[in-house]
């Protein structure tokens, strides 16, 4: 069975940092593209970053830049995203995604998602 398991939510003070894991198991992710989503209460999920096969190369939702970063370990079939300067309107649930795609600058996500993981931001 394919799981996708996120963990690292909380409560945290604006300004704060966190970093969330996504554990995948039942088959390796190393040949997906990986990403993060997240959708805060009374809107649609949004895409947050996601990150090449190889761990390389990474794109960011203008929100986000420069503040959080997605990084991968192949070998743990496992990705992260380090949040650093949170602000209360990153307060949303986090989802991962395995097999996001590229299409027309759109990221969109893939078959497999994880449960979500809370992150609340307090101002």
């Known amino acids: 069975q394919v799981q996708l398991v996120e963990s690292g939510g909380g409560l945290v003070q604006a300004g704060g940092s966190l970093r969330l894991s996504c554990a995948a198991s039942?088959?390796?992710?190393?040949?997906?593209?990986m990403g993060w989503f997240r959708q805060a209460p009374g809107k649609e999920r949004e895409f947050v970053a996601t990150?090449?096969?190889?761990?390389?190369?990474?794109y960011y939702a203008d929100s986000v830049k420069g503040r959080f970063t997605i990084f991968r370990d192949n070998a743990q079939n496992t990705v992260y995203l380090r949040m650093n300067s949170l602000k209360p309107e990153d307060t949303a649930v986090y989802y991962c995604?395995?097999?996001?795609?590229?299409?027309?600058?759109?990221?969109?996500?893939?078959?497999?998602w994880g449960q979500g993981t809370q992150v609340t931001v307090s101002s």
């Open positions: 995604n395995a097999g996001v795609t590229n299409y027309n600058g759109r990221q969109n996500p893939g078959n497999y």
């Open positions: 990150i090449s096969m190889n761990g390389l190369y990474s």
């Open positions: 039942g088959r390796t992710f190393s040949g997906d593209r």
